[in-house]
């Protein structure tokens, strides 16, 4: 009778260290994905934050608000990542903010 039960205990021992093994390792993985997820969601907002500056250091130095990003990049030295972003600059009028939005290109 005392082989059986360290028979059962080491079968037990065996299926139940693969299975630790696994949730460990799909655990790890869950972390990782929401870790990514949530360093794009802060790059995506960091460029738009600073998209919005350069349009008010713009209106502060010339007043009037750049009239499209190309002029951005081109006096106020900006860079976006065109590959990763996409950049929606809507301008209404010279002496109004820009409508600002930053949009995450999917892979």
Known sequence: MRRRRNGWASLLGGLLLPVIAVVIVLAFAAALNSLDNGRSAEDR??????????????????????????????????????????????????????????????P
């Open 45 to 106: 907002r960091q460029l738009e934050e600073t998209l919005r500056r350069g349009c008010v250091a713009c209106y502060a130095a010339e007043g009037v608000y750049p009239p499209d990003l190309e002029y951005l990049k081109e006096h106020y030295g900006l860079q976006v990542d065109e590959n990763q972003y996409t950049v929606r600059y809507d301008v209404f009028a010279e002496n109004l903010m820009p409508d600002i939005t930053v949009l995450e290109n999917m």
